[in-house]
């Protein structure tokens, strides 16, 4: 069992950046491969960036690749995605997620709460 909660989500200026973190409990959470999704208003839940369980491999939708990082400190139980060149439509709702990598992104096992992102034009 793994609980995953978000943080630093809010409001940044298109251009700018923001850190979203994702602190997760249960001693299995290094078994995991992790993964960010985002779910804009009246949009489907669609995967952004994963990371593999040692932090070695790492694999981003087409959409934010080149703009977002994401990484992660198993010592810590934490997520991270760095994300810069904010635009508009990266508006949404972030939710990190525990799973298994696949060829799309990764199993939702697990599911954070979610954290809100807003980049204003």
């Known amino acids: 069992q793994v609980q995953l909660v978000e943080s630093g989500g809010g409001l940044v200026q298109a251009g700018g950046s923001l850190r979203l973190s994702c602190a997760a409990s249960?001693?299995?959470?290094?078994?995991?491969?992790m993964g960010w999704f985002r779910q804009a208003p009246g949009k489907e839940r669609d995967f952004v960036a994963g990371?593999?369980?040692?932090?070695?491999?790492?694999w981003y939708s087409d959409s934010v690749k080149g703009r977002f990082t994401i990484s992660r400190d198993n010592a810590k139980n934490t997520v991270y995605l760095q994300m810069n060149s904010l635009k508009p439509e990266d508006t949404a709702v972030y939710y990190c997620?525990?799973?298994?990598?696949?060829?799309?992104?990764?199993?939702?096992?697990?599911w954070g709460q979610g954290t809100q992102v807003t980049v204003s034009s």
């Open positions: 990371i593999s369980w040692s932090g070695g491999s790492t």
């Open positions: 249960g001693h299995t959470f290094s078994s995991y491969a």
């Open positions: 997620a525990a799973g298994l990598p696949t060829s799309w992104g990764i199993t939702g096992n697990y």
